[in-house]
């Protein structure tokens, strides 16, 4: 549901690299334009599969939001 809604807001392509670190990364050089990660407990990233491109997501002025408002730590919250 939720790809079908990101594709039906004029998204021109969804890649799905297999690694949230490499995602983020790409988001923070520019080589992406964002990352989108599910929210259902089974199928999310788990802290560890995302901790590292956080942090350079962030240093690189990334901005992260959550679907359920909840916030992230460090205050990358928008």
Request: aromatic content about 10%; charged content about 20%.
């Amino acid at each position: 549901a939720a790809t079908k809604a990101l594709l039906e807001r004029n998204v021109q392509a969804l890649r799905v690299t297999g690694s949230a670190v490499l995602s983020l990364v790409w988001v923070a050089c520019g080589r992406a334009n964002a990352y989108y990660a599910g929210l259902h407990e089974k199928d999310c990233p788990k802290p560890w599969d995302w901790c590292a491109g956080y942090v350079i997501g962030l240093e690189a002025g990334a901005t992260f939001a959550r679907c359920d408002a909840r916030s992230y730590p460090g205050g990358g919250t928008s």
